[in-house]
Structures are given as C-alpha cells and as structure tokens.
C-alpha cells in the first residue's frame, strides 16, 4: 500500500450542514488546501458519489415525476447508497492511504431522517453501522447557518428537489440535530459559522482541519 507523504493511514473526514450551507464549495477548497501541502485527497459526495447513488438522488427530483417516498423508505434508499458508496469508493481510497473528504455522510441520516422526519436515531445508527460496514468518519466539520438564510441561498434549486422543498420547520429541526450531535461529540465535530462570508468560512473551517491532520503526523 502506497501512503500518503502526509499521513501514516487513510483517514475519513466529512463535511455536514443544511440546506445552502455551501459544503460543495467549501468541500472542493479544503480538497485543493490539502493538496497543496502533500496529502493524497479523495473527494467525494453522498448520496451520488456512485452510479447507484445518482439513481437514489433521482429519485428525490421532481424530473422522476414528483415520486411521493416514506420517511421509511428514504432512510433505507439513502443507505443503499451509501453501502455501495463505502465499498465504491470510501473503502478502497483509504486502503490506498489517501484522506477523503465526503460530503454528507453518516451524521446526515441522523439530522435528516432522525431529527427532521422523526425515525428513531437508534434505529437510524443500526442502518448506518450496516450501510458503513461499520466505518465512522474520524473528523467532522459542521457547516452552521440558520434554516432561512440557508434556504435562500438555495431558491432557485430546492424547489426540484424534495428534501429541498419541506417547511422551514423540518429544516430548523434539521438544523438543532446537527448541533445535538456536535454537543454529543465535541471532538469530533467543529461547528463553523457558514452565515459568514466564503473566504472567512474556508479560513475557519482549514484550522479545525489542519489541527485535525497535525495531530495524524
């Protein structure tokens, strides 16, 4: 197995947040900053990080005809994807001893599923630690922004999308799971204010990662 110059073992590391939180964009900044100072970075997404995973995510658009999906059976869809995804992708990049960086992850079934639709969170980490084959992410970073500011920034792509379109209330309830779970596991997670302007949230998010990674060498 080839290492990473930077890293003596492949490490997980997610980026979670709301709706119009930017994880997109930042995910691809942090990727390139990790590049630039040696790490070997696989850069991925969920639920369409796989050819599997763009089919779940199809399912959710309106373009599939508005399919009306319990909360039941989105929980379930969503870890399809996310069990081809680990063994796709996840699995085999951190074998090589690369970093990578998921963009939604598991903490998202809790915050959407559990949090937003009600499903119990037990049975949600029983799903998810079957889906993972019991793989955790080692790092998280939380991007925070409040439920309006974030559906704003989105108004012209969550009406396509179901999850996208619930009441400002789903995704307040959304919103305090994430900050539940970073409460829970402070050394995991690093809550970033995502309200503030791009550059700013990069700078914030590279410390909590880079004094992640320090500690790896």
């Known amino acids: 197995m080839i290492v990473s110059p930077r890293l ?11 709706e119009g939180s930017g994880k997109s964009s930042q995910a691809e900044a942090l990727a390139s900053l990790m590049r630039a100072q040696g790490y070997a970075v696989t850069l991925t997404r ?5 050819e599997l995973g763009g089919i779940v995510k199809d399912v959710f658009q309106s373009a599939r005809g508005g399919i009306a999906v319990t909360p039941e ?18 699995r085999p990049a ?34 998810n630690h079957i889906a993972t084959g019991a793989l955790p992410p080692q790092f998280t970073i939380l ?8 559906l704003a920034r989105k108004d012209h792509e969550r009406l396509g ?5 619930e009441s400002l209330e789903f995704h307040q309830r959304v919103r305090e799971g994430y900050l539940e779970l ?30 992640f990674l320090d500690h790896l060498l």
């Open 182 to 211: 970073a409460r829970r596991e402070p050394k995991r997670i690093a809550v970033v204010d995502a309200s503030l302007p791009r550059e700013q949230v990069t700078e914030a998010a590279w410390r909590h990662l880079q004094r």
């Open 161 to 165: 999308d179901s999850i996208g379109r």
């Open 73 to 90: 059976a989105e929980l379930l869809l969503f870890a399809a994807a996310r069990a081809q995804h680990v063994q796709e992708v996840i």
């Open 94 to 127: 951190l074998e090589r001893g690369e970093a990578v960086l998921c963009d939604r992850y598991t903490d998202s079934t809790l915050a959407y599923q559990g949090h937003g639709r009600g499903l119990s969170l037990d049975h949600i980490r029983a799903v």
């Open 46 to 50: 969920e639920p369409n990080g796989t």
């Open 143 to 150: 991007l925070d922004v409040p439920p309006e500011t974030g």
């Open 8 to 18: 003596r073992r492949g490490t997980l590391l997610t980026l979670e947040g709301g």
